[in-house]
């Protein structure tokens, strides 16, 4: 019953913020079959903070049956963003049996907004347990959906000294002669966000691959960097 409520509040409040002007070009922006509320994605944060608090769920199970139901019942696009942002509540922090409902959301959700909102929750997977989810994320890079591909390679994303150096090089090593736009621009994002912690490295990859690398991967990739790879 908890997390039934929990749900009820997360629409009817999500309802009560549509801007159907809005709704219109998020839409069209998003090139997405779902329509939209026209809400915008700090809103969407804001009502699923507020009603996770007063409704919190009791338990990981419940959590997790929340997040599906929203998920899969979902009408609205930003439906889709409110299970994504319930995962994100510290009951789920670290929590590997949470890695069977990330995966059924990159692959349903198959579209940049849906999958890079779980990047950081991999992340958190990844420091917590290195061991378990090292091999998941290389097995990720090579699996014929290119979102969940596309989901390796973010992983890593603003873990700064703790990104695993081999880990971030095989994910992207295994993903150089896809010609898909959205793993070559994430090749690059994730270069380009660890040039921030050592330019050194990224500069030598960079360099090392050149002529693997897509043009966008390598102009992702150096952006704020000396481009003399």
Same mark, same amino acid.
Do not use: C
């Given at each position: 019953?908890? !997390?039934?409520?929990?749900?009820?509040?997360? &629409?009817?409040?999500?309802?009560? /913020?549509?801007?159907?002007?809005? /709704?219109?070009?998020? $839409?069209?922006?998003?090139?997405?079959?779902?329509?939209?509320?026209?809400?915008?994605?700090?809103?969407?944060?804001?009502?699923?903070? /507020?009603?996770?608090?007063?409704?919190?769920?009791?338990?990981?199970?419940?959590? $997790?049956?929340?997040?599906?139901?929203?998920? #899969?019942?979902?009408?609205?696009?930003?439906?889709?963003?409110?299970?994504?942002?319930?995962?994100?509540? #510290?009951?789920?922090?670290?929590?590997?049996?949470?890695?069977?409902?990330?995966?059924?959301?990159? &692959?349903?959700?198959?579209?940049?907004?849906?999958?890079?909102?779980?990047?950081?929750?991999?992340?958190?997977? +990844?420091?917590? !347990?290195?061991?378990?989810?090292?091999?998941?994320?290389?097995?990720?890079?090579?699996?014929?959906?290119?979102?969940?591909? &596309? =989901?390796?390679?973010?992983?890593? +994303?603003?873990?700064?000294?703790?990104?695993? &150096?081999?880990?971030?090089?095989?994910?992207?090593?295994?993903? +150089?002669?896809?010609?898909?736009?959205?793993? *070559?621009?994430?090749?690059?994002? =994730? +270069?380009?966000?660890?040039?921030?912690?050592?330019?050194?490295?990224?500069? =030598?990859?960079?360099?090392? !691959?050149?002529? $693997?690398?897509?043009?966008?991967? *390598?102009?992702?990739?150096? *952006?704020?960097?000396?481009?003399?790879?």
């Amino acid at each position: 019953m908890g !997390h039934a409520e929990l749900i009820s509040a997360i &629409r009817s409040r999500l309802q009560a /913020a549509a801007d159907p002007v809005r /709704a219109a070009g998020a $839409q069209a922006y998003m090139k997405s079959e779902m329509p939209s509320l026209g809400v915008r994605v700090p809103e969407v944060r804001r009502i699923v903070k /507020a009603a996770a608090k007063e409704l919190p769920p009791g338990s990981l199970a419940e959590l $997790q049956s929340a997040v599906l139901e929203l998920w #899969r019942g979902a009408q609205w696009r930003e439906e889709r963003y409110a299970a994504i942002d319930l995962t994100g509540l #510290r009951l789920a922090a670290g929590e590997l049996d949470m890695l069977p409902l990330y995966e059924e959301i990159i &692959r349903g959700g198959a579209w940049w907004d849906l999958v890079d909102g779980l990047s950081r929750r991999l992340g958190e997977l +990844l420091r917590t !347990h290195r061991e378990d989810m090292s091999p998941v994320l290389l097995r990720w890079s090579t699996d014929p959906d290119f979102w969940i591909r &596309r =989901a390796s390679i973010t992983a890593q +994303l603003g873990a700064g000294s703790a990104t695993d &150096r081999a880990l971030l090089a095989g994910v992207i090593e295994a993903n +150089l002669a896809d010609s898909e736009f959205f793993i *070559r621009k994430a090749i690059g994002w =994730a +270069l380009r966000d660890f040039s921030a912690t050592d330019p050194e490295w990224v500069r =030598a990859f960079v360099r090392q !691959h050149w002529k $693997q690398l897509s043009p966008l991967s *390598r102009r992702e990739a150096l *952006r704020k960097l000396a481009a003399d790879a």
